[in-house]
């Protein structure tokens, strides 16, 4: 009985064919939305996590002065108000119990020159201290070498530099370049990256400029300042833990820090990340509810059309559960198909849509690729969604057409 009841809900939707498939476009609008929103989401959620996992959950950085990383209402609020340096007790920070390593930056904003370039600049110089591009190459992913060599210990007043910067200044492997009027030499040339893509408090690498920190150190007649230390977590630890140890210990010396862990920022962005998708996807949902409005229009049109078919079925001896299910069916198959157009065309446009917005939103040492993803859960269950959908719009005119009277029915012309 029930294959039968699909066999004429689907023949009643052919033969009324511009009508169902208006009826279906209205349900397609909206789960094209929800289904490419929620992918979106999904993908840049995925993307964050991924990036994390490549810098380590283990990671702790750890900023001069006691509020310096705090956001509104006392939380971590990422590297804002600038990386001044400050001068900072390491050797006390690398007898923390748990810290396994650390690493630390020195980031200036030096006059930059060269031979080839007319006038000259400021620019962001990025001292990199003994071993914190080895021991934390998750933040330093896209320090790859195009041309020259990285740093070695006995270097002093040599730099690397970022493709477009090399490219601004005109200067290559070997060339000469003047910060604050002291000569360096170039060794490096990094590989161009895409847009948006850098690290930690050196932004975009493209036009990042690298030296050893004891250079920044000699350019400024001063020891001991950095602008942010890595510190890794021991085997075990629990990170949480060791940042409130390094507190601590740093406040109890006289250099206050403040500390927000690899796990505090990627939760924050993926809560944020979440909080927007759900407001998108439930202002998409909107186009759904007008969806099933249709659904429901078309059913109660289809009922009066068919009220004599009604009267003949129930005369033969159709039992009012019989007509009930033979219209929900129909409306549940006008949500389905709907569903299932819509997912191919969400598909589409996440996937078409997934690259364009991630450059847009790119930032800081997130920004990396981040493609829609399509769990099984998402299509399974909006198919389901689409059908129960339809069905429930089709509620109040197949209860209508159950309740026709015989009699009433066979005399409606």
Not at 41 to 60: L, N, P, S
Not at 268 to 276: D, E, P, Y
Not at 387 to 398: D, K, M, R, W
Request: a neutral charge.
């Amino acid at each position: 009985m029930l294959l039968d009841d699909f066999d004429l809900a689907l023949h009643n939707i052919r033969s009324r064919k511009l009508r169902s498939w208006l009826t279906v476009l209205g349900i397609v609008i909206g789960v094209t939305a929800v289904v490419a929103l929620i992918a979106i989401g999904q993908g840049m959620k995925r993307a964050v996590e991924r990036e994390f996992e490549a810098i380590g959950y283990d990671t702790i950085i750890v900023f001069p002065g006691a509020s310096f990383a705090q956001g509104p209402g006392g939380g971590p609020g990422f590297f804002g108000g600038g990386l001044s340096p400050q001068a900072l007790n390491l050797d006390a920070l690398r007898q923390v119990p748990q810290v396994a390593q650390i690493g630390y930056l020195r980031i200036e904003t030096a006059m930059v020159t060269s031979a080839k370039m007319e006038g000259q600049g400021f620019l962001r110089v990025t001292g990199l201290g003994p071993g914190v591009k080895e021991n934390f190459g998750g933040y330093f992913r896209f320090f790859v070498l195009e041309d020259g060599r990285t740093f070695e210990p006995d270097d002093h007043f040599v730099a690397v530099l970022g493709n477009r910067l090399a490219a601004d200044l005109g200067v290559s492997v070997g060339d000469e370049i003047s910060v604050d009027n002291q000569s360096f030499k170039v060794i490096g040339v990094l590989q161009p990256i895409e847009q948006g893509r850098g690290g930690i408090g050196f932004g975009n690498i493209n036009n990042a400029l690298f030296v050893p920190i004891k250079a920044l150190e000699a350019l400024n007649q001063d020891e001991g300042k950095v602008s942010l230390v890595l510190a890794k977590a021991a085997k075990g630890a629990k990170v949480a833990d060791v940042a409130t140890r390094i507190k601590a210990v740093m406040s109890r010396l006289g250099t206050p820090v403040s500390t927000v862990t690899a796990e505090e920022i990627s939760q924050r962005v993926s809560g944020v990340l979440g909080a927007i998708q759900m407001t998108l996807a439930a202002i998409a949902a909107i186009s759904l509810l007008v969806g099933a409005v249709g659904v429901m229009n078309t059913m109660y049109t289809s009922v009066l059309e068919r009220t004599r078919e009604i009267g003949i079925l129930k005369a033969i001896g159709a039992k009012d559960g019989h007509i009930l299910s033979l219209f929900l069916i129909e409306s549940g198959l006008i949500g389905l198909i709907g569903g299932a157009i819509g997912i191919l065309c969400g598909v589409a446009l996440s996937s078409g849509a997934s690259g364009f917005i991630t450059r847009a939103l790119a930032f800081g040492p997130l920004g990396g690729g981040a493609g829609a993803e399509f769990s099984p859960e998402l299509i399974i269950g909006t198919l389901i969604f689409s059908f129960v959908l339809g069905a429930l719009s089709g509620v109040l005119p197949a209860r209508q057409a159950a309740q026709l009277r015989p009699v009433e029915a066979l005399r409606y012309e």
